[in-house]
C-alpha cells in the first residue's frame, strides 16, 4: 500500500512539542494530510508550520474532508473517548493519547466499534514499545531475581512545565490530574510485567488546592485544583503486591521510577522510558549495571507509537500497546478513585490477553 494519510485532532501541547516535530520520521511511509483544533488559529497555525494539507475547526468536518486513513487523538483528556469513536465509527484507524476513556462503559465502545468497523485502535503511552521495558520482561521471565514478591513504583512531578498557559488548566479539572496524567506510565509498565492486576486499595487527597504559574505571559495566573494531587495505590495479583506513589506535589526526587524485587534479586531503574539503565542485583554478588538496550531510529521519540500502528495496520496485527490493555490500566486508575472515597479495597472489572508464562 502507499502512505498512509494521517489526520491529527489537537494541536496544542502535546502535538506541537512531543508528535509534530517528529513527523519528519515516518515520511517514507506516512503523509501529514489534516490537523483539526476547535481553536482555529491553532489549527491553521500547525498547519503552516508542520506542512499539513489541510486545518479545520470541526471534528465531523474533518472526519467528511480530509481523506485521512488514521487518526492521532491529542485532544485534552475529557476529549479522548467522543473524538475517537466519532474517528472509529467513521472508518478510521486510531491512534489516541492515554487515557483510553473516562469510563470503562466509554472504553469498552471504543474497544467494540475498532471491531464493528474492522480498524485498528492503540493507545499511550508506548511504554512496551521500548527495548528497555522489553528487557526487564526479559529479566525476570529467565529468572534473573528469582520470583517476583513484590514491587514498587513512583510517578512524581511539579506540573507547571515552562511556557505553561491556562490552556491547560484542565490539568487539574475532573478527569485528569497526576494519577491519570502520569500514573498510567507505571500501571502499564507494572500490568505489563505481571498481568491483569486482581484487586486495588488507594488513598488519596489535594494537598495543594491552588498552583500559580511560575513564568511566560501569564506567570501569576492562579490555578485552582479539583483534583486529588496526590495518590497512593496498593495492587494485588496472585502471590503478589505492589504500590505505586504518585503527586505533583514534589520537585525533586532520587528515588527510581521501578523497583522489582524477587527472592534471588532485585531489579532497579526507569523502564518506562527509553535508553536508561538497568541496575540488576543477584543474590551472593553485588549490584551491576546494564547499559541501555541498543535502539534504532526513533524509539525514544512519541512518534514510535504512531510508527508501530502503521506497522500493524500494513500486516493486520494488534498493536502491542492495545486497548484491551489501557483499558484494563483505566480500569485500576477509576478503581483506585473510588477506593479512596470508600475507604475499602476493590476487585477490578477487567483483564487482557497475557502470554503464558509469565512470573
Not at 56 to 63: A, E, G, K, S
Not at 100 to 117: C, F, M, N
Amino acid at each position: 500500500m502507499g502512505k498512509v494519510k494521517i489526520g491529527v485532532v489537537g494541536c496544542g501541547d502535546a502535538a506541537q512539542r512531543f508528535y509534530l516535530p517528529e513527523f519528519h520520521r515516518i515520511e517514507e511511509r506516512a503523509l501529514l494530510v489534516a490537523v483539526c483544533d476547535r481553536e482555529e488559529e491553532r489549527a491553521v497555525a500547525a498547519r503552516r508550520r508542520f506542512g499539513a494539507r489541510a486545518s479545520y475547526r470541526d471534528v465531523q468536518q474533518f472526519l467528511r474532508e480530509s481523506g485521512a486513513d488514521m487518526v492521532l487523538n491529542l485532544t485534552p483528556h475529557h476529549a479522548h473517548a467522543s473524538v475517537s469513536l466519532a474517528a472509529l465509527e467513521a472508518g478510521r484507524h486510531v491512534y489516541t493519547e492515554k487515557p483510553l476513556a473516562q469510563s470503562l462503559e466509554d472504553a469498552t465502545q471504543l474497544i467494540e466499534a475498532a471491531r464493528a468497523h474492522g480498524v485498528k485502535l492503540a493507545c499511550a503511552p508506548l511504554t512496551w514499545l521500548f527495548p528497555t521495558m522489553r528487557r526487564w520482561q526479559q529479566l525476570i521471565r529467565e529468572g534473573a531475581i528469582g520470583r517476583p514478591t513484590f514491587a514498587r513504583a513512583q510517578a512524581l512531578a511539579a506540573p507547571l512545565w515552562e511556557g505553561f498557559s491556562p490552556d491547560h488548566t484542565w490539568y487539574f479539572r475532573a478527569g485528569s490530574g497526576p494519577l491519570m496524567d502520569m500514573g498510567v506510565y507505571a500501571l502499564t509498565g507494572l500490568t505489563g510485567l505481571f498481568g491483569p492486576a486482581l484487586r486495588v486499595s488507594a488513598m488519596a487527597g489535594t494537598i495543594m488546592h491552588e498552583r500559580v504559574i511560575g513564568d511566560g505571559p501569564f506567570a501569576g495566573t492562579r490555578i485552582p485544583s479539583e483534583v486529588d494531587d496526590s495518590v497512593h495505590v496498593h495492587l494485588e495479583w496472585e502471590r503478589l503486591f505492589a504500590t505505586l506513589d504518585i503527586s505533583w506535589c514534589v520537585q525533586a526526587s532520587r528515588n527510581e521510577t521501578l523497583e522489582v524485587y524477587g527472592d534471588a534479586g532485585t531489579l532497579s531503574g526507569d523502564p518506562t522510558a527509553a535508553h536508561t539503565p538497568i541496575h540488576v542485583f543477584r543474590l551472593g554478588g553485588p549490584w551491576t549495571v546494564e547499559a541501555p538496550p541498543q535502539c534504532l531510529g526513533h524509539s525514544g521519540s512519541w512518534i514510535r507509537g504512531v510508527a508501530h500502528l502503521i506497522d500493524c495496520v500494513v500486516t493486520n496485527t494488534e498493536p502491542v500497546n492495545n486497548a484491551l490493555h489501557a483499558r484494563h490500566v483505566l480500569d485500576i486508575m477509576l478503581t483506585a478513585v473510588r477506593s479512596a472515597k470508600e475507604g475499602r479495597t476493590l476487585a477490578l472489572q477487567t483483564t487482557f490477553p497475557f502470554p503464558t508464562g509469565a512470573p
